[in-house]
Every structure is written in C-alpha cells, then in structure tokens.
C-alpha cells in the first residue's frame, strides 16, 4: 500500500475565524476541530487529517512566577510556572 509524505501548510487568522464564528469573542474558551483532505495529483492518493485547539482569549495576561526570566534557548529543557488572575 502506497503512503501519501507530504506536507500543505496552511493558516487562518483569528479575523478570519471570527467571521465564521459569529464575532470575536464567539470563539472564547472553545476547542476547534479542524479537518483537513490533501490529495496527491502524482499518486492519486487522498489523506485526512484532523487537529484540534483550545481558543483563548487575547486578554490574558501571563505573569511568571519565581525568579528571573532568562532567554529562550530551542531544544534546552527548562521549567516554568505561569498563573493568570480569575
């Protein structure tokens, strides 16, 4: 059985989803699912996939706790602990 090894990239803006949505703040709190079938012209094969993400909103605000934030380094392991007010 052949497999399909590619890659589509793709992205929605939250303006864009929001106009689906019903407003701005339509989408607040919750998950999306979203789908996706990509076909391969070459080898005539379809795959699904599928995502989901958890909306929050852009007025949270993130305060660290602890002690100073250093700067992010990729692939170097570290440890954090973030709260937002209720």
């Not at 996939?49 to 929050?56: L, R």
């Not at 602890?66 to 209720?86: A, E, I, L, M, Q």
Request: glycine share 6%; proline share 3%.
């Amino acid at each position: 059985m052949l497999q399909f090894k590619g890659s589509a990239e793709f992205a929605f803006t939250n303006e864009e989803l929001s106009l689906h949505a019903g407003g701005k703040t339509a989408l607040n709190g919750k998950h999306l699912k979203i789908t996706v079938e990509i076909l391969d012209w070459s080898s005539n094969l379809t795959e699904i996939a599928w995502d989901t993400v958890k909306v929050v909103s852009d007025d949270i605000q993130l305060k660290f706790l602890g002690g100073n934030v250093w700067t992010f380094k990729p692939n170097v392991p570290f440890k954090v602990t973030v709260s937002w007010p209720d």
